[in-house]
């Protein structure tokens, strides 16, 4: 049994994005299901398609050239319509080939995601790595899909019927798990603007949010509930990462690195004992409601350099209207107490929340001023299939396009809802990073911050874009 595992091209999404300040990740889901799969005697192979910047000529000649019995495929909502070419590109130069997907879109979206694409044969709802090892076995062996947990499928018997089996339970020992298969990654190819030091690598500690904050599905799609790695499994993957990759940064992803304050204590001592010429940050965001200042000072001397924090808005009515379940005083003295531990700070902001008008997103850009972080992102919300959110904007919003692949946080507002029209959230991004980052001092601390060439190309290429957007408005 041969199995590929596809990353789709991102890239040919966000094409207009300048390729320079465009992050490539690892793709660290598929190469955890790479991981585990290997460790069952399955032989896996993995193609991230983004990293190699492939178009569709090489990823025809890549997949006919893995002679896959199962094909398999991540997707986001903004890539969902790349892998449905991928399937259907599979489909030609392997006919014998099922193809699969799995992700956060077909998790939503399961029955329709088979129904929009004839070429898919399944979907892989929420987590993946013992649904596929089960689906990879029922395939070889050519037994009966129907009993698989987790699955959306075709069902021949019913003329092709599309039906959706029971979940399956979220895995609750992580450490069972094997470590990411990074090998079978280009692993030279993978940057990101922010990065410090290189060979770096995203790692996942935990997964789960217990939170249900109405812009994000990340509850529905991993679970409410808090699942987390021991300590020492964790510091295991991190030996492994320095003493195997030479890894010299690492990117911590997960959504609630600091829910348990005592495990991660325990991993900061870890860390420090190990005293490995390494640097960390959480560059996904962690709550201002979950850390303390003994908590920032133990993590920076453990080696964190960055803490990001997912603020949203500076209007407190509507960080409760979000269910954020954080206030604008938390969100303030956790910055503070990061800066005074000696960490660089990142927040993330959004505009077009339930409610928001103009009023409501000037405070969030005076908050943001406010704060005076390192970094501040800005921008405009992306409804997301599974969110609350999402499904009051398709009820009662208004929509300007159902492609899918128009669903990214780098396009141009894609919703109107109540006060939050278009033009207005287009003034509000535009005028929130000219207010940012046209100040002096905000300048010169970013430079301050560069540590190699990509990084000063990435930030000069993000100056220019600011600028023309200033000009854009101004005009």
């Known amino acids: 049994m041969k199995i590929l595992l596809i990353?789709?091209?991102?890239?040919?999404?966000?094409?207009?994005?300048?390729?320079?300040?465009?992050?490539?990740?690892?793709?660290?889901?598929?190469?955890?299901?790479a991981g585990y799969l290997r460790a069952n005697g399955i032989e896996i192979q993995v193609l991230d398609l983004a990293a190699l910047r492939y178009q569709d000529d090489q990823a025809r000649a890549a997949i006919s050239a893995s002679n896959a019995d199962l094909v398999a495929m991540a997707a986001t909502t903004n890539t969902i319509m790349e892998a449905y070419n991928l399937a259907k590109m599979t489909k030609k130069v392997l006919p014998?080939?099922?193809?699969?997907?799995?992700g956060p879109h077909p998790t939503m979206e399961p029955i329709r995601t088979l129904k929009e694409c004839a070429e898919l044969?399944?979907?892989?709802?929420?987590?993946?790595?013992?649904?596929?090892?089960?689906?990879?076995?029922?395939?070889?062996?050519?037994?009966?899909?129907?009993?698989i947990l987790g699955i959306s499928y075709r069902d021949e018997q019913e003329n092709g019927l599309v039906?959706?089996?029971?979940?399956?339970?979220?895995?609750?020992?992580?450490?069972?798990?094997?470590?990411?298969?990074?090998?079978?990654?280009?692993?030279?190819?993978?940057?990101t603007p922010g990065v410090r030091r290189y060979p770096f690598a995203t790692m996942m500690t935990s997964r789960?949010?217990?939170?249900?904050?109405?812009?994000?599905?990340?509850?529905?799609?991993?679970?409410?509930?808090?699942?987390?790695?021991?300590?020492?499994?964790?510091?295991?993957?991190?030996?492994?990462?320095?003493?195997?990759?030479?890894?010299?940064?690492?990117?911590?992803?997960?959504?609630?690195?600091?829910?348990?304050?005592g495990r991660v204590k325990e991993i900061c001592d870890l860390l420090i004992k190990r005293n490995y010429d390494l640097i960390l940050k959480t560059g996904n965001g962690i709550r201002s409601d979950r850390v303390n200042l003994p908590m920032l000072k133990h993590m920076k001397k453990a080696g964190f350099y960055l803490v990001a924090f997912g603020i949203e808005s500076g209007n407190p009515e509507i960080l409760k209207k979000m269910r954020k379940g954080e206030t604008k005083e938390q969100i303030r003295q956790s910055v503070k107490w990061a800066k005074q531990a000696g960490l660089i700070t990142e927040g993330f902001f959004m505009f077009g929340n339930e409610g928001e008008g103009r009023k409501e997103m000037l405070q969030t850009i005076e908050f943001a001023k406010e704060l005076d972080l390192n970094i501040a992102q800005f921008q405009v919300y992306t409804p997301v299939p599974g969110s609350p959110y999402y499904e009051k904007i398709m009820k009662d919003g208004r929509v300007f396009?159902?492609?899918?692949?128009?669903?990214?946080?780098?396009?141009?507002?894609?919703?109107?809802?109540?006060?939050?029209?278009?033009?207005?959230?287009?003034?509000?991004?535009?005028?929130?990073?000219?207010?940012?980052?046209?100040?002096?001092?905000?300048?010169?601390?970013?430079?301050?911050?560069?540590?190699?060439?990509?990084?000063?190309?990435?930030?000069?290429?993000?100056?220019?874009?600011?600028?023309?957007?200033?000009?854009?408005?101004?005009?």
Request: aromatic letters at 14%; glycine letters at 4%; hydrophobic letters at 40%.
């Open 401 to 475: 396009s159902q492609k899918w692949e128009d669903f990214n946080a780098f396009n141009e507002p894609l919703f109107e809802y109540g006060e939050s029209r278009f033009s207005l959230m287009m003034e509000m991004q535009q005028r929130a990073y000219r207010e940012y980052y046209f100040r002096p001092r905000i300048i010169l601390k970013k430079f301050m911050e560069v540590r190699n060439l990509k990084q000063f190309n990435a930030f000069v290429k993000a100056g220019i874009a600011v600028a023309k957007m200033s000009v854009g408005k101004a005009t």
């Open 208 to 261: 789960g949010c217990p939170y249900s904050c109405t812009f994000c599905s990340n509850f529905r799609t991993q679970g409410k509930q808090f699942r987390y790695r021991s300590p020492e499994n964790v510091l295991a993957e991190i030996d492994e990462l320095v003493n195997k990759y030479g890894v010299k940064e690492i990117n911590i992803i997960d959504d609630n690195f600091t829910f348990m304050p």
């Open 121 to 147: 044969d399944f979907c892989i709802i929420s987590e993946a790595e013992e649904t596929m090892l089960e689906l990879s076995r029922a395939l070889q062996d050519n037994t009966s899909v129907k009993t």
């Open 7 to 33: 990353a789709p091209n991102y890239l040919k999404v966000y094409s207009y994005v300048s390729e320079e300040a465009t992050m490539i990740l690892p793709p660290l889901g598929l190469v955890y299901i």
């Open 163 to 191: 039906k959706v089996t029971p979940a399956r339970p979220l895995i609750q020992d992580l450490d069972k798990l094997a470590f990411p298969a990074r090998d079978l990654l280009p692993l030279q190819k993978y940057w």
């Open 96 to 102: 014998h080939a099922k193809i699969a997907v799995g």
